[in-house]
């Protein structure tokens, strides 16, 4: 495991598989008590998105880490990663070791973003020994996609725009990330509120520092994780997660259908659902305040 300090946030990286799993931290972590809050973001993102959004006092004190999906600039993979790849048990190989190797004998609370609360969930499933609850934030148990991201995974596939799908979202993802007003428009289209989204100034600097990630990310890697999310499929086992789960997303979420967030939060045994009116996809951008009081207030209700 690699450590370099950037402004008391600590870029750690643990290599498993011939994957290189990058997880932003506190410098600090070990003398901040209780369980650890486990960030993992969404699909391109990056796992600095996570710290710029937290409550000063939350990020200067909480025991935290924020933990990058697998291929994910700064993460990667190995060489001939492809879809078939993509399963619950390449994300429960990853996040374990970050609880064994970054974490031994703490506690987590995942909070987990689309993609990061469907990880969440699978880690609930393999490790009911160390993780205490899942914030599932426009999660999902399987990853079939509505809107512009179901475009973009059958884009990824060759099932949209055939063999050109794959160089379209290489373009988009150059431009993106080179010009900054374009990134945040192309993002906002998650987002229902767009000028909540457009107008936070913490939003701004999640996405400065998403575009930087971005910059070195390894496309092919990218493209084959987004044809292959597609195909995960867990809701076989969603009845097995005993541990408390809050189901939180916006009414209006163009990514997640919503007949599946409903049936998440009915089909966990202990599962609680919060859905914001006038918010889409974004939740933590869109409604930031009003969030982070919701979840923290849900861990001191359960833990």
């Known amino acids: 495991m690699s450590n370099n300090s950037q402004n008391k946030i600590i870029r ?22 209780g369980p650890v809050w486990m960030f993992i973001h969404g699909i391109a993102v990056t796992s600095a998105y996570w ?6 006092h939350f990020r200067d004190s909480a025991p935290w880490v924020s933990v990058s999906l697998p ?4 993460s990667s993979g190995p060489e001939g990663f492809s879809q078939s790849h993509v399963t619950p048990d390449l994300f429960n190989m990853l996040n374990s070791a970050v609880l064994d190797q970054l974490l031994p004998g703490r506690d987590v609370i995942v909070v987990g973003h689309s993609t990061g609360g469907f990880a969440g969930l699978c880690l609930a499933l393999a490790r009911p020994d160390r993780v205490l609850g899942v914030v599932s ?28 799908g ?12 080179r010009w900054p007003w374009l990134h945040a428009k192309a993002a906002s289209m998650f987002a229902y509120d767009k000028r909540a989204f457009l107008t936070d100034k913490p939003t701004k ?10 910059r070195i ?6 493209i084959a994780f987004f044809a292959g999310i597609r195909d995960v499929d867990i809701w076989d086992r969603v009845g097995q997660i005993k541990q408390p789960v809050l189901v939180l997303d916006g009414e209006h979420d163009p990514v997640i259908p919503h007949d599946k967030t409903l049936r998440l939060a009915e089909t966990l045994p202990n599962g609680q659902l919060l859905l914001y009116p006038d918010v889409g996809h974004m939740v933590m951008n869109e409604r930031r305040e009003d969030f982070w009081r919701d979840v923290i207030a849900w861990r001191t209700a359960n833990f």
Do not use: C
């Open 217 to 222: 990310q390894n496309q092919d890697q990218l």
């Open 205 to 214: 600097v999640a996405l400065r520092a998403m575009r930087r990630d971005a």
């Open 12 to 33: 750690s990286s643990i290599d498993i598989g011939g994957h290189r799993l990058v997880i932003d931290h506190p410098e600090g972590l070990p003398a901040r008590p």
């Open 166 to 177: 794959p160089t379209a979202l290489r373009i988009t993802a150059w431009l993106t990330t």
């Open 137 to 164: 934030v426009g999660g999902f148990a399987d990853g079939r996609w509505n809107g512009l991201e179901g475009d973009m995974q059958l884009m990824a596939r060759k099932e949209k725009l055939g063999s050109f």
């Open 51 to 56: 710290a710029p959004l937290m409550p000063e």
């Open 71 to 74: 291929v994910h600039a700064p």
